[in-house]
């Protein structure tokens, strides 16, 4: 995930690190280091005294030695890691000291332009790209520093406050159970088909590995094989499931699994519901419904990171719709952009909590903003 975007915000801090250094204007090279040449001194003028015209002599005089040179004095050459900086270490990340330098919207008009285009083509949505795009002016211009470190290190953190600032500060999902009383009741919605079930799982299978007890609701009674499917899920992690027949009230069902938690000391419910579209009233009034009856603690939409600008539209029309606490994208693996992720957490204002990484049960990750960061610009995860 991130790769394309990656890739393209290298280039992009570069272009940024270019039009800042042109705008402060070059800093002047450092003079060639250059060998003089050995300089023989000049025979000294003979002394006034000298000077009367002696008679000449039949006897050839001894000839005398001339003056010894002097060494030549050589300028030691410089180290031989100076010698083999890269070019782009001179062009991007030199010091500009001493000046302060006032940027206008104009010099860095060209790689603001870049950076925009670059995160529309990363499905990165244009309200949060124009949000970048105003954090990243409001941060470099008409401010007047006096830059005592690198060009690139001034962009570098530009960027990461910008996409910082989009993203949130996340969700840390164990955390809020353990500052919470319990049971604590989650539910799950979102569209048809987007892993939402299997997510459930993983969640499930993600929380008994840190220590906390799971109860799983079957609330989806309507699809064909859904109950089977959770139950699967829930036998091969040991997690009890409160289930009612197919084509029974959700409500009902997850009713019941909070009273069994409840009653059985559990920590936290997890509550499968069927997925539906936002423009299914008959449905989206049946959520209601669920949400009156079980008083979810937390509702998490579940979508895919692959979908792009329509995950990010979805996610708004539900959270205006029924409401939403926190996000999961799933098939992250398979979106080598990453735009939506950056852009659902901005839009529906919900921190993403946990990013679906594959087909395991453990191929969940939850989602730390700063740390995505950082993978963004180069680092690590």
């Not at 926190?326 to 992250?332: D, F, Q, R």
């Not at 939506?340 to 529906?348: E, G, N």
Request: net charge negative; aromatic share 4%; hydrophobic share 40%.
């Amino acid at each position: 995930m991130f790769d394309s975007l990656k890739a393209k915000l290298k280039g992009i801090r570069n272009k940024f690190g270019s039009s800042i250094e042109e705008a402060a204007g070059s800093v002047p090279p450092e003079p060639a280091v250059e060998q003089q040449a050995a300089a023989v001194p000049a025979i000294p003028a003979p002394a006034e005294s000298e000077s009367v015209q002696k008679p000449l002599s039949t006897e050839k005089p001894a000839p005398s030695p001339l003056p010894a040179a002097k060494e030549a004095k050589i300028a030691p050459a410089p180290p031989r890691e100076e010698r083999d900086k890269p070019s782009f270490f001179n062009k991007f990340k030199v010091l500009v000291t001493e000046r302060e330098l006032l940027l206008k919207e104009k010099d860095i008009a060209e790689p603001l332009f870049e950076l925009e285009m670059v995160l529309l083509e990363n499905d990165v949505a244009l309200p949060v790209t124009d949000e970048i795009i105003s954090r990243m002016k409001e941060e470099l211009v008409g401010k007047h520093r006096k830059i005592g470190s690198s060009v690139d290190d001034l962009v570098l953190a530009t960027l990461r406050s910008a996409l910082c600032g989009v993203l949130g500060e996340g969700l840390d999902l164990c955390d809020y159970i353990r500052q919470h009383d319990r049971p604590v009741k989650i539910l799950f919605t979102g569209v048809n088909g987007t892993g939402k079930t299997t997510t459930v799982a993983k969640v499930g299978h993600y929380l008994t590995k840190n220590g906390f007890s799971v109860v799983i609701g079957a609330g989806d009674t309507y699809r064909a094989g859904a109950i089977e499917q959770i139950r699967t899920h829930a036998d091969r992690l040991g997690i009890k499931v409160i289930q009612h027949q197919q084509g029974a009230d959700p409500s009902a069902v997850l009713f019941d699994a909070v009273q069994y938690a409840k009653a059985h000391d559990i920590d936290v419910v997890l509550a499968d519901t069927a997925g539906r579209f936002h423009n299914r009233a008959n449905l989206m009034n049946q959520l209601e419904k669920i949400r009156r009856v079980m008083k979810p603690d937390l509702v998490i939409y579940v979508d895919e990171a692959v979908a792009g600008n329509d995950a990010v539209i979805r996610a708004d029309e539900f959270n205006k719709t029924v409401g939403t606490d926190a996000v999961v994208l799933t098939k992250a693996d398979m979106d080598p952009k990453g735009g939506a992720a950056i852009s659902v957490a901005h839009t529906v204002g919900k921190p993403i909590v946990f990013l679906g990484t594959g087909q395991g049960y453990d191929d969940i990750m939850p989602f730390a903003p700063r740390e995505v960061v950082e993978v963004l610009l180069g680092g690590e995860a």
